[in-house]
């Protein structure tokens, strides 16, 4: 893969950001691959996202921050900018159910997503023998009532240890404490089995099933301290009907479980998800 630097960026909307970016990198000969923009007219908000080659950049990424502070200054901007020879470290979390790990697991070994992936925690030992075969480090915390707040802080130094970008919340059916969520703010991914914003908490498909739905889904959201609420990122549909049971919704609900976590984590990987307040701008 091309080596390639990617500047994002979000600020109030006015006139001449994109020119001002846009000459800054002229200035600097740098070649856009793939530029992406959209104003919210409601908010007055304006997002951006710049893949630039980074053959011929006239910065390194040091001098760049220092050269592009005072446009970003200037314009309120909210950035980074991330070089692609750095893969995001993502710690994977799970529980007992394989689908979503495995998946992921795939998709890494085979080399479709670009990650590192430093190690898996879970409260159980189910997945033990599986991430393991794969060379990967596995830490099991059990989580049970009387210890929660010992087994997060547990958590949150093997997270800090691994040196973690990301956290992928992979099927981990415990809920996260809030100042994780805090600490961890837009940059902990979790999959939920239902379409949110119906059917929150536990047994999703169930409810579903009990409500006589004709579609299920699945919805890949950032963690927040509101239960199933944070900023949504991707969401998909499979169509049921009245034949299926319970134990079929989960079935089915499995495979759109996979595909949508993983082109979540594939957007987040690549720095196509901008924040704004609870909502997401996808630059897919």
């Known amino acids: 893969m091309e080596r390639t630097f990617t500047l994002v960026i979000s600020c109030p909307d006015r006139v001449g950001v994109v020119?001002?970016?846009?000459?800054?990198?002229?200035?600097?000969?740098g070649w856009i691959t793939e530029a992406n923009h959209?104003?919210?007219?409601?908010?007055?908000?304006?997002?951006?996202?710049?893949?630039?080659r980074a053959e011929g950049f006239g910065l390194s990424l040091d001098a760049f921050v220092k050269a592009f502070t005072p446009i970003a200054e200037r314009f309120d901007m909210e950035w980074y900018i991330h070089d692609s020879l750095q893969p995001k470290r993502v710690v994977l979390m799970v529980s007992k159910q394989s689908h979503c790990l495995a998946d992921l697991l795939h998709r890494w070994q085979s080399g479709e997503l670009g990650f590192d992936i430093p190690c898996v925690i879970s409260n159980h030992e189910d997945?033990?023998?599986?991430?393991?075969?794969?060379?990967?480090?596995?830490?099991?915390?059990?989580?049970?009532?009387?210890?929660?707040?010992?087994?997060?802080?547990?958590?949150?130094?093997l997270i800090d240890a691994a040196d973690a970008d990301t956290i992928v919340l992979a099927r981990y059916m415990q809920i996260i404490p809030p100042s994780l969520c805090e600490k961890y703010a837009h940059r902990m991914i979790n999959i939920h089995h239902s379409f949110?914003?119906?059917?929150?908490?536990?047994?999703?498909y169930h409810q579903a099933f009990d409500r006589g739905v004709k579609l299920i889904g699945a919805t890949s959201h950032y963690v927040t301290q509101d239960l199933d609420q944070g900023p949504i990122i991707e969401q998909d549909v499979v169509r049921v009907s009245h034949q299926y049971d319970a134990d079929d919704l989960v079935r089915l609900g499995r495979?759109?479980?996979k595909n949508v976590l993983a082109r979540?984590?594939?957007?987040?990987?690549?720095?196509?998800?901008?924040?704004?307040?609870?909502?997401?701008?996808v630059f897919a």
């Open 196 to 204: 949110l914003p119906s059917f929150v908490g536990a047994m999703p």
């Open 127 to 157: 997945m033990r023998s599986l991430v393991e075969w794969h060379g990967i480090p596995y830490h099991c915390v059990p989580v049970k009532k009387d210890n929660k707040e010992e087994a997060f802080t547990q958590v949150e130094r």
């Open 38 to 52: 959209h104003s919210d007219v409601r908010e007055n908000w304006f997002f951006m996202r710049h893949e630039i």
């Open 264 to 281: 979540a984590l594939r957007w987040h990987i690549e720095d196509r998800i901008l924040v704004h307040g609870n909502k997401t701008v």
């Open 19 to 29: 020119a001002e970016v846009s000459q800054f990198l002229a200035q600097h000969n």
């Open 255 to 257: 495979d759109v479980e």
